[in-house]
């Protein structure tokens, strides 16, 4: 097994000639793309879940949650894990575990063992993907070549989010849900065998006395699992009963907890002098507010189409089409339009005009409504104005942020992102599913089902108004300059130095017993 500095040596004192950099790129990028894809194949497949599983509504929304949770309570320890420990050593451990969990997922006979499974999905996200970006700075040592290589994996992993849906509704149609897990398995398989033979072991140097912040990060995802737990019980049960009050009380008192630890413990996961600055703060907040409404839209648009509509998978899947590229779209304006206008004004913009998306989509859901005439217009445009916010919350996310902390930055805004995303699920799902339970004995359930649906985007676009508001009056002035966390943070490590070389037999002192390694 050679090290990051044995590496260098045999390549002439650096790793940028190593002509395997290029193969090994292409393994990480297949990885990260299986990871984004993995977020939202499942969309189209939970009606079918539901239906072989026997999952509540309510329990349905874990399958996305449990992934969404690990992944963001864990990616910074994730990322502190694979500097300190080993970048290799950790991608290669994450990616087994989702292989794992990937196969757990689709053998999957009882709703637990499935969002068990995507509880470990989401953990060995969190291992793989910050030590992806680690791998990849220290692979390639030139600036352009690494500014070129980090735009391949970034733009590959895009994509993998954006055509998850119409992957997972052919999947689902032509073979079985289950195997929009499986699928996994070939890119879990060639990652285990090639890249130990590609890649290096890299870390940075440990200082004496260095922690893992382990506390931080299992009080922070517990705190987030009562939460939302609780709110996804208020679905059918009433504010001041037990089955809500008990997670709620007992996942606040952890994030308080969690606050309490991070300002006294010597290597917190996430310093609290990084929430001082409020533009930065705001654009989290107003990002969190996004995907909320986001992955809300996506899961009762999902159930409306196949439950209400009667699609398939596969027309489900192919529905999702001008969603993405109207994103994409919405992308290109916003990152047009920011050197000439600012970040804020395409800010206010994005979330006032993804608020009217959600307010026409709602307006569209009904029990006999045709795609083009009600589904399409809304979806459109909430899509175009949600993509142009993109680009522009990355800088609101890093202001004010410089060389080490623009990991950091990224890692919390990523993390912030799934939090609301899950957040969202756990408060306005529910909204939908306590108007059924309601009204189920008003006649049409077509009907009480399109109403309900309606209703959660209703309150979604109230969501999307109101972080329109906050960012009018709270967002301060922000750099229009396009900027790049994954860049950043790669040159920082690409920088770092390596630790020092293991010095040879004759010199090495005899070994202790805590030293020595299999």
């Keep these: 097994?050679?090290?990051?500095?044995?590496?260098?040596?045999?390549?002439?004192?650096?790793?940028?000639?190593?002509?395997?950099?290029?193969?090994?790129?292409?393994?990480?990028?297949?990885?990260?793309?299986?990871?984004?894809?993995?977020?939202?194949?499942?969309?189209?497949?939970?009606?079918?879940?539901?239906?072989?599983?026997?999952?509540?509504?309510?329990?349905?929304?874990?399958?996305?949650?449990?992934y969404l949770l690990m992944a963001a309570g864990f990616l910074l320890l994730g990322g502190r894990v694979a500097d300190l420990l080993g970048r290799r050593k950790v991608f290669v451990a994450g990616v087994l575990l989702f292989g794992?969990?990937?196969?757990?997922?689709?053998?999957?006979?009882?709703?637990?063992?499935?969002?068990?499974?995507r509880f470990l999905q989401g953990f060995g996200e969190a291992l793989a993907a910050p030590a992806a970006l680690g791998l990849i700075a220290v692979l390639f040592t030139d600036a352009k070549e690494r500014a070129k290589a980090l735009g391949i994996w970034g733009g590959l992993a895009a994509l993998g989010g954006a055509v998850g849906s119409v992957v997972g509704g052919l999947v689902t149609d032509f073979i079985d849900w289950r195997w929009v897990f499986y699928i996994n398995i070939p890119i879990v398989v060639l990652a285990l065998v090639v890249i130990p033979r590609l890649m290096p072991e890299s870390r940075m140097a440990r200082r004496e006395g260095q922690r893992l912040d382990l506390v931080g990060a299992l009080t922070t995802t517990a705190g987030l699992v009562g939460v939302v737990y609780g709110l996804l019980k208020a679905a059918d049960?009433?504010?001041?009963?037990?089955?809500?009050?008990?997670?709620?009380?007992g996942g606040a008192a952890a994030l308080v907890f969690?606050?309490?630890?991070?300002?006294?413990?010597?290597?917190?996961?996430?310093?609290?002098?990084?929430?001082?600055?409020?533009?930065?703060?705001?654009?989290n907040a107003v990002s969190m507010m996004s995907f909320a409404s986001f992955y809300t839209y996506a899961f009762v648009a999902t159930l409306y189409l196949q439950q209400v509509l009667h699609y398939s998978p596969m027309?489900?899947?192919?529905?999702?089409?001008?969603?993405?590229?109207?994103?994409?779209?919405?992308?290109g304006v916003s990152t047009a339009l920011m050197p000439r206008i600012g970040v804020k004004p395409i800010v206010v913009i994005a979330f006032f005009g993804s608020a009217l998306g959600q307010f026409i989509a709602a307006n569209g859901f009904s029990p006999d409504a045709?795609?083009?005439?009600?589904?399409?217009?809304?979806?459109?445009?909430f899509a175009l104005f949600n993509g142009m916010g993109f680009p522009v919350l990355i800088n609101g996310g890093l202001h004010e942020v410089t060389g080490q902390d623009a990991g950091l930055a990224s890692g919390v805004q990523t993390s912030m992102q799934q939090i609301g995303a899950a957040l969202g699920?756990?408060?306005?799902?529910?909204?939908?599913?306590?108007?059924?339970?309601?009204?189920?004995?008003?006649?049409?359930?077509?009907?009480?089902?399109?109403?309900?649906?309606?209703?959660a985007l209703h309150v979604a676009a109230g969501v999307l108004a109101a972080a329109g508001l906050i960012a009018l009056f709270l967002l301060g002035k922000v750099s229009a300059e396009k900027r790049d966390a994954h860049a950043e943070a790669a040159e920082v490590l690409a920088e770092a130095p390596a630790p020092a070389p293991a010095p040879s037999p004759a010199q090495a002192p005899a070994p202790q017993a805590a030293d020595v390694k299999a």
């Excluded at 794992?100 to 499974?117: D, E, H």
């Excluded at 027309?315 to 590229?325: C, F, S």
């Excluded at 339970?437 to 649906?453: K, R």
């Design 1 to 66: 097994m050679s090290t990051l500095n044995e590496s260098r040596d045999q390549a002439g004192g650096t790793t940028a000639g190593d002509p395997r950099r290029w193969k090994a790129l292409a393994v990480l990028t297949a990885v990260q793309f299986m990871l984004m894809l993995d977020v939202t194949v499942v969309n189209i497949a939970l009606p079918n879940i539901q239906s072989d599983l026997g999952f509540s509504t309510e329990g349905l929304a874990w399958v996305v949650n449990g």
């Design 100 to 117: 794992v969990s990937s196969i757990m997922c689709g053998a999957a006979n009882t709703p637990g063992l499935l969002v068990a499974g």
């Design 237 to 249: 049960h009433s504010w001041g009963s037990s089955q809500v009050l008990l997670p709620l009380l």
């Design 258 to 283: 969690t606050a309490v630890w991070e300002s006294r413990v010597p290597e917190p996961m996430i310093p609290l002098r990084f929430f001082k600055n409020r533009t930065r703060v705001t654009s």
């Design 315 to 331: 027309e489900t899947g192919l529905a999702y089409i001008p969603l993405t590229i109207a994103t994409g779209v919405g992308m």
């Design 370 to 381: 045709s795609y083009v005439g009600g589904v399409m217009p809304g979806l459109v445009v």
């Design 425 to 455: 699920l756990a408060t306005l799902v529910p909204i939908a599913l306590r108007y059924v339970n309601d009204h189920a004995g008003d006649g049409n359930p077509a009907a009480v089902a399109s109403d309900g649906f309606a209703l």
